[in-house]
């Protein structure tokens, strides 16, 4: 499985971003995916995620203003996040393994190459 993730840009806080990872391979609706970030001097953390099921996971830091999605028909994964906050400034990462998410980035198979949102205040 390759993973492109995009989306990431420069906003205001307050604002909307989509974030998208696509995949390549046949079998992605059985992948569970997650959505990380990483800041300048801190580890990397999980944002989101949703199992090949559809079950999802939201960190408390973006629980109420995020949303994460999947689009099977296009191997798509979307981390919806409104009201942008500063502290969301992060090269935001996707990754999947096997059916069910993880919220520990070692378990992922497969990593996309980081998208950059910073959110100016």
């Known amino acids: 499985v390759q993973l492109q993730a995009s989306g990431g840009g420069l906003v205001q806080a307050g604002d909307s971003l989509r974030l998208a990872c696509a995949a390549s391979?046949?079998?992605?609706?059985?992948?569970?995916v997650g959505w990380f970030r990483q800041a300048p001097g801190s580890e990397r953390e999980l944002v989101a995620a949703i199992s090949g099921g559809g079950g999802t996971y939201y960190a408390d830091s973006v629980k109420g203003r995020a949303t994460i999605s999947r689009d099977n028909t296009k191997s798509t994964v979307y981390l919806q996040m409104n009201n942008l906050k500063p502290e969301d400034t992060a090269v935001y990462y996707c990754?999947?393994?096997?059916?069910?998410?993880?919220?520990?980035?070692?378990?992922?198979?497969?990593w996309g190459q980081g998208t950059l949102v910073t959110v100016s205040s």
């Open positions: 990754a999947a393994r096997m059916v069910w998410y993880s919220y520990t980035s070692a378990e992922y198979d497969y």
């Open positions: 391979g046949r079998t992605f609706r059985t992948y569970a």
